[in-house]
């Protein structure tokens, strides 16, 4: 068992901060879809950073962030709570470098809306928290869907910004990718190739199945509106 921890690991990683990106995502984009003050741009720019940033430099600024010599770091170690090197420390590294894709695919449907149809819910007396659930959710859906499995791919791929702060511990923090870069460091090419082969056929069976989703969906809308 201890051979498919990285598994194990990677998937537990993928799956928690897929939900955690999945419903801070889709807030900040319904915030952002809407907000037009001045600070947009800077805003969005932030939001859309750990995307094109290096890996290894999120990595450090994370490590800056919730490190024990700094301030949040510090903080959390009066409550005897200690996030690096441990799993925690994954699932936020994971979490941060996936947000942007739900974020920006998020803002993308939620933009797409007919603005006429939110009118018409506010007209009719429906609440902006019934306006969001009721309909700007449902008729964004294909595209926060598409942002979820891309989130989960990117959390499954993720490497750089993990090894700055959870390090590579057996059965705790190792996660494939991580476990690749090893493997090869090790000169044990046969191990590495195992879970490249692995990741591909996981990462691959998502796409494929959101793909087919994707054109379920379609089809669906398409006969519903024939109707």
Partial sequence: MSELSPLWISIKTSFAATIIVFFIGIAVAWFMASYKGRARGIIDGIL??????PPTVVGFILLLI??????LGKWLSGFGVTLIFTWYATVIAATVVSFPLMYRTC???????????????RTLGASEWRIFWKVAVPMAWPGIAAGTVLS????????????????????KTQTIPIAIYFAVVAGENDNAIKWVILIFI????????S???AEKQMFL???????
């Fill in 48 to 53: 859309t950073l750990p995307m094109v940033l």
């Fill in 66 to 71: 919730i490190g024990k010599n700094f301030p």
């Fill in 152 to 171: 989960f791919a990117r959390a499954l791929g993720e490497f750089g910004a993990t090894i700055m702060i959870a390090g590579s511990i057996p059965g």
């Fill in 202 to 209: 996981i990462s691959l069976t998502v796409m494929v199945a």
């Fill in 107 to 121: 803002v993308g449907a939620f933009r797409q809306i007919d603005v006429n149809v939110i009118n018409a819910a």
């Fill in 211 to 213: 793909d087919k989703w």
């Fill in 221 to 227: 809308v398409t006969s519903a509106r024939r109707k």
